[in-house]
């Protein structure tokens, strides 16, 4: 079982910048890649990022790439969710979720509780 908790959504202004952390806690062996999705309201759920477990691979959205940055130092250490020039398209629940490669194609079997980020424009 794993267990992911988010952290640091907020309010920012278009243009400005956010980071999310996920921690991860918890073994399952399935697990080898995590990833980054949002929800906003009235939508569907959409990917955003997914990074394997070391680290070393990243996959992105269209719609966020040369934007946003996902990133872990090592396996033992949070995901992080670094949001540059935010949009007010980007305003959403974003959840953390760990699954199974490949990135393109990630399957998720555990999620977090999700955290609200809002740019206002």
């Known amino acids: 079982q794993v267990q992911l908790v988010e952290s640091g959504g907020g309010l920012v202004q278009a243009g400005g910048s956010l980071r999310l952390s996920c921690a991860a806690s918890?073994?399952?062996?399935?697990?080898?890649?995590m990833g980054w999705y949002r929800q906003a309201p009235g939508e569907q759920r959409e990917f955003v990022a997914a990074?394997?477990?070391?680290?070393?691979?990243?996959y992105y959205a269209d719609s966020v790439k040369g934007r946003f940055t996902i990133s872990r130092d090592n396996a033992k250490n949070p995901v992080y969710l670094q949001m540059n020039s935010l949009r007010p398209e980007d305003t959403a629940v974003y959840y953390c979720?760990?699954?199974?490669?490949?990135?393109?194609?990630?399957?998720?079997?555990?999620w977090g509780q999700g955290t609200q980020v809002t740019v206002s424009s």
């Open positions: 918890g073994t399952a062996f399935v697990i080898n890649a």
């Open positions: 990074i394997s477990w070391s680290g070393d691979s990243t």
């Open positions: 979720a760990a699954g199974l490669g490949p990135l393109e194609r990630l399957r998720t079997f555990y």
